[in-house]
């Protein structure tokens, strides 16, 4: 149990702690709890190209042309789920590739995994990582005592059921008949 003097010190010293002051470093703390992206709420991670995303939403809502917001929501589900689902065959890809290799970049352990550009690198001496490369290192980090494979499979099931459930959702809405007009 911690003495009267030590949770004063310790209350004097979180005063002095206020967190990132550049906005470099206030970048690098908001991806803090970031590991591979397969249940981040946001479609896009560091390194992922936000017009490819936008001209895939596009394509998406140009197929389906949703009607409402609800349907425009459904759309959007599914074109998340879908750049998920190519993350994830991404991830998968630099995996096996990862099998064969003797000694293995992805198993390695900077401490920071994502630091800025502008940033100079932690391990000047190593190859740069590509960020599908950075993703699938944060995917086998977080699947640290699971068959990786198998937990890969697990997401892909979530993420395809994501998609399909949205579709059978939107399909729905389509073959609802609309409302009567109630006569006054």
């Not at 991830?91 to 096996?96: P, R, T, V």
């Not at 401490?111 to 690198?121: L, R």
Request: aromatic letters at 10%; hydrophobic letters at 35%; glycine letters at 2%.
């Amino acid at each position: 149990m911690a003495t009267q003097e030590q949770i004063h010190a310790n209350r004097r010293n979180a005063l002095r702690s206020t967190g990132p002051k550049t906005p470099a470093g206030k970048a690098v703390s908001s991806r803090n709890a970031l590991k591979h992206g397969l249940r981040a709420r946001a479609a896009l991670l560091p390194g992922e190209d936000k017009h490819a995303f936008e001209r895939l939403f596009k394509a998406f809502r140009a197929h389906y042309r949703p009607l409402d917001r609800l349907q425009e929501i459904l759309v959007e589900q599914m074109a998340v789920a879908y750049w998920k689902l190519s993350r994830l065959a991404r991830i998968e890809s630099h995996l096996y590739q990862d099998q064969s290799a003797a000694h293995s970049p992805l198993y390695d352990s900077p401490k920071d995994w994502f630091h800025s550009q502008n940033e100079p690198d932690p391990q000047p001496n190593k190859p740069r990582l590509t960020p599908d490369q950075l993703i699938a290192r944060a995917f086998i980090q977080d699947a640290s005592g699971f068959n990786t494979f198998s937990r890969l499979s697990y997401y892909e099931m979530r993420l395809e059921r994501s998609f399909y459930r949205a579709h059978h959702e939107l399909e729905r809405l389509r073959l609802k008949p609309a409302p009567a007009q109630a006569t006054p």
